[in-house]
């Protein structure tokens, strides 16, 4: 395997996981958070390695949420964030052009994965989600959506390349329970 561009993930034999709701009802306690919950259930039932998880709530809006992301990627040194909500065609759904204001490159096939996967469960809204994912530094980041199923459904669908995407940033890595989800890593 290739050195690491990341000397702080070849340091570290734990994982940090953030996983960031976007609402504005459940920033001020009106709304209960179901998203990050299920977030971080759907990852403790996946991931095998050592891992260290973090959940913040925040308000909708661009610059809001892009200030979060950043501080988790660069002052926490995250290696992996998923957020959850605000990726709808709602006035306040920012988190996409949030996620595009950090990033340096975006990574469009998650989101195309996770519309068909929700598509196929059945879902007509699927096409009015605006999931994605990218990367800044070390970091992986992937928008969810807000709700719990669609959540894992949409995990389910993508995370088989997370793993090898995290490897190949430099990013810690991170072991799967092969019955839930077999990472993909090539041979050779």
Request: aromatic letters at 4%; charged letters at 30%; proline letters at 7%.
């Amino acid at each position: 395997m290739a050195e690491s561009p990341n000397p702080r993930a070849d340091q570290r034999t734990t994982a940090r996981i953030a996983i960031v709701t976007v609402s504005d009802r459940a920033s001020r306690g009106e709304y209960e958070d179901k998203g990050g919950p299920a977030a971080e259930d759907w990852l403790r039932e996946v991931i095998t390695s050592p891992l260290e998880i973090t959940r913040e709530i925040v308000p909708d809006g661009r610059e809001g949420v892009a200030a979060t992301l950043r501080k988790l990627a660069d002052g926490e040194g995250a290696d992996l964030i998923l957020i959850t909500g605000g990726t709808g065609p709602a006035p306040r759904d920012e988190t996409p052009e949030a996620l595009a204001d950090v990033i340096e490159k975006e990574l469009p096939g998650f989101g195309e994965e996770m519309r068909r996967a929700s598509l196929a469960e059945g879902v007509p809204t699927a096409i009015l989600s605006r999931q994605t994912a990218g990367i800044r530094d070390a970091c992986l980041m992937i928008t969810l959506p807000g709700k719990p199923a669609a959540i894992a459904t949409c995990l389910d669908a993508v995370f088989a390349a997370v793993p090898y995407c995290l490897d190949l940033i430099g990013a810690a890595r991170i072991e799967t329970d092969e019955g839930r989800v077999k990472a993909f890593r090539p041979k050779g």
